[in-house]
């Protein structure tokens, strides 16, 4: 991710006074490179940041379906891995 587009990301977290969690995907539990890192929410929302690709996924989500949710997003995200770039 473009360094500038981070700050700008942080600085409205922060005008929203909100503090965020990141998780990083270290051992692999999302089909992404492993320099990606990412915020879960309630009912499955989750905010991946992969700077290998210079990409940023959103899902919302809701409890209701959660599980299934959770599922596409795993698959959404092994296909955008095939089809976006890595740039190093």
Do not use: C
């Amino acid at each position: 991710m473009r360094s500038g587009l981070l700050s700008m990301f942080l600085l409205s977290l922060a005008a929203t006074a909100a503090i965020p969690l990141f998780w990083i995907n270290g051992l692999g539990q999302y089909p992404v490179p492993r320099d990606s890192y990412y915020m879960a929410g309630a009912g499955g929302q989750t905010t991946m940041i992969v700077p290998s690709h210079d990409l940023v996924v959103v899902r919302l989500g809701h409890y209701k379906g959660e599980a299934t949710g959770t599922a596409a997003l795993q698959r959404a995200l092994a296909l955008l891995m095939e089809a976006a770039p890595r740039h190093d």
